[in-house]
C-alpha cells in the first residue's frame, strides 16, 4: 500500500470516527420531550439516570425520569411566574445540606458524581428545583394547613402503641437480573398504575416469585408494624385500589397494593430485635435450586437445623443474626414480615439472580415498654408537610392538564 493511500485510509478512518462522535452528541441533546416551548434533551435524561442511580433512589426508569423532568419543567415554569428564587447563598447551604446526606461536602461530592460521569449541573439543578418548589408551595398553602389537638392526640396515640392499625395487602415481587431490570422496571410503572384490585391480581399470576401468586398476590390482614419500615408510610399514604410506586430490592421490583385498611382496639405491636437465618443455595430460580429448596424444607422445622444442612460446608452459605427491624435489608424485611417462626421464603436471590436465598425466621424480641416522651411540634410538622404535599400533587396534576406536553418517543 502507497503512502498517499495509508494517509488516505487515515483521513477516511479520522472522518468517520469524527461523524460518529458528532452523531452521538447530536443523539444526547435529541429533544425527548417538550413542555410548552421548553425541551427535554436525551443528555439530561440519562444524567438524571445516572444521577438517582448513584443515589440508590427508586424511580431512575427512563419513564419515570422523563415523567419526573417534565414535572421539573412545570414547577420551574411556576416559580419563575411567581418571582420565587434561591440567592446564591441559599443554593449553596442547600447544596452543602445534600452532600452532607452522604458525610461529604459539597466539593467531595461533586467529585464522586464526576467519577461516575454526572455532571455538576445536574446536582444543582434537582437541589434548586427542589427548594424552590418547596418555598413557593409553603407560601401558596402554608396558611391553609391548620394541624389541632386532636390530630396529634390521634398521632400520639398511635406512636404509643395505644391504637392498632391493620393493613389487607396484595403484593408482586418480580425478578429482575440485571440484564432484565430496565425491561422489569418498566413493566412494574405499567403494574403502578392499575387501581383494579382483580388486574393487579393477573399481573401477580403472571409476574410475582412469592408463594402468594396463587391467591394473586393478596396477603391475609397485617398489623402495620409487623411490616418492615420502609412499607408502612408508603402504605399509609395510599387510598383503597392504589398502588405503591416502584420499590427497588436486590434482584427484584416489588409493587404492593392496598386493599383496605382498619383501626383495631389491639395495641400495635414493637419489636426491638428480628432473628433469622438466611441459607444460600447455587443455581438461584432454576428447577435444580428450587428442588434443593423444597427438599431442605421438608428437613428443617426451625433456625438451628440449618446448622446440620449447612455442616462441612463454607461458613458463608449460611447467615444467622438478630437485627433491629430498621436495619434489616429492605428485601429481607418484606418476606419477614409474612413469615412466622420457623415458616421459610425463597422469593429472594442474590448474586444477579444466580443464588437462591433461602430464608427462616427464627423470632421476633418484643420492645419493652417505655415511657417515652413525644415532641408534638415535630408530629405536628410531619402532618403538615403530609398535607402541603398533597396540594403539591394537586396543583401539579392541574399544571400538567394546562400545559402543551409532548414526548417524543
Do not use: H
Amino acid at each position: 500500500m502507497s503512502g498517499r493511500t495509508i494517509r488516505q485510509s487515515v483521513i477516511a478512518a479520522c472522518a468517520l470516527a469524527l461523524c460518529t462522535v458528532q452523531a452521538s452528541a447530536q443523539n444526547l441533546f435529541a429533544p425527548v420531550a417538550q413542555v410548552d416551548q421548553v425541551v427535554i434533551s436525551e443528555f439530561e435524561v440519562q444524567q438524571r439516570q445516572r444521577f438517582l442511580r448513584v443515589l440508590g433512589a427508586s424511580g431512575s426508569s427512563r419513564t419515570e425520569v422523563i415523567n419526573e423532568l417534565i414535572r421539573d419543567r412545570l414547577r420551574e415554569t411556576e416559580t419563575r411566574q411567581a418571582g420565587i428564587v434561591l440567592t446564591p447563598e441559599e443554593l449553596a447551604q442547600g447544596l452543602s445540606d445534600f452532600a452532607a446526606r452522604a458525610d461529604l461536602s459539597t466539593e467531595e461530592f461533586v467529585q464522586g458524581l464526576a467519577s461516575e460521569g454526572i455532571a455538576e449541573e445536574t446536582f444543582r439543578d434537582f437541589v434548586n428545583v427542589s427548594l424552590v418548589w418547596r418555598d413557593y408551595i409553603r407560601a401558596r398553602y402554608g396558611n391553609r394547613v391548620r394541624i389541632d389537638d386532636r390530630e396529634i392526640d390521634r398521632a400520639v396515640a398511635s406512636a404509643r402503641g395505644n391504637s392498632g392499625i391493620e393493613v389487607l395487602v396484595s403484593e408482586i415481587i418480580i425478578p429482575a437480573p440485571p440484564n432484565e431490570a430496565e425491561q422489569v422496571l418498566e413493566q412494574a410503572e405499567i403494574i403502578a398504575q392499575t387501581t383494579s384490585e382483580a388486574e393487579f391480581s393477573n399481573f401477580a399470576r403472571r409476574f410475582s416469585a412469592t408463594a402468594s401468586r396463587g391467591a394473586g398476590g393478596r396477603l391475609p390482614w397485617t398489623p402495620i408494624s409487623d411490616l418492615p419500615p420502609v412499607l408502612r408510610p408508603l402504605l399509609l399514604g395510599l387510598g383503597p385500589g392504589q398502588v405503591t410506586a416502584p420499590l427497588q430490592i436486590p434482584n427484584a421490583v416489588a409493587l404492593f397494593q392496598l386493599r383496605d385498611i382498619r383501626e383495631t382496639e389491639a395495641p400495635q405491636r414493637t419489636f426491638s430485635a428480628i432473628e433469622y437465618a438466611a441459607y444460600y443455595i447455587d443455581g438461584g430460580r432454576s428447577p435444580e435450586g428450587l428442588e434443593r429448596a423444597r427438599a431442605i424444607s421438608a428437613r428443617v422445622d426451625r433456625c438451628d437445623d440449618l446448622y446440620g444442612i449447612a455442616r462441612g460446608q463454607p461458613e458463608n452459605l449460611l447467615d444467622r443474626g438478630s437485627l433491629p427491624p430498621e436495619e434489616i435489608p429492605d428485601d429481607i424485611a418484606i418476606e419477614l414480615s409474612k413469615l412466622d417462626p420457623g415458616e421459610v421464603s425463597t422469593a429472594l436471590t442474590r448474586a444477579g439472580g444466580n443464588t437462591l436465598v433461602f430464608l427462616m425466621l427464627c423470632g421476633r424480641t418484643p420492645a419493652l415498654e417505655e415511657d417515652q416522651e413525644i415532641d408534638r411540634g415535630a408530629i405536628a410538622n410531619q402532618l403538615r408537610n403530609q398535607r402541603l404535599n398533597a396540594f403539591s400533587d394537586t396543583l401539579l396534576a392541574d399544571l400538567r392538564a394546562e400545559a402543551d406536553i409532548r414526548i417524543f418517543e
